[in-house]
Nanobody, 118 residues
Framework: QVQLVESGGGLVQAGGSLRLSCAAS????????MGWFRQPPGKERTRVAS????????YYTDSVKGRFTISRDNAKNTLYLQMNNLKPEDTAVYYC???????????WGQGTQVTVSS
């Protein structure tokens, strides 16, 4: 089992940048595929990006390609999401998640709010 705690959210103007972090407890972080998801107000939660166990494989939803970068530091048990050129439509609660595969996430953090003003 793994516990996840996100940080780094906040209010930023359009065009700005934020870096989200997700700290994982336990010694098994490297055994999980990790992902970032987001849930805008009144909408469903969707995947933003995901990364393989050693970071060699990444996935991004089309709307963030070229703007967001997912990465992980297995020595620090930490997942990151660098978000550049933010847009108002990126406003959402962002969650990190851990799982056994790219389509199977069992563990979730509590979320961190990202608000992008126009």
């Amino acid at each position: 089992q793994v516990q996840l705690v996100e940080s780094g959210g906040g209010l930023v103007q359009a065009g700005g940048s934020l870096r989200l972090s997700c700290a994982a407890s336990g010694r098994t972080f490297r055994s999980y595929v990790m992902g970032w998801f987001r849930q805008p107000p009144g909408k469903e939660r969707t995947r933003v990006a995901s990364i393989g166990r050693i970071g060699g494989i990444t996935y991004y939803t089309d709307s963030v390609k070229g703007r967001f970068t997912i990465s992980r530091d297995n020595a620090k048990n930490t997942l990151y999401l660098q978000m550049n050129n933010l847009k108002p439509e990126d406003t959402a609660v962002y969650y990190c998640a851990a799982g056994g595969g790219f389509d199977s996430f069992q563990y979730w953090g509590q979320g961190t709010q990202v608000t992008v003003s126009s």
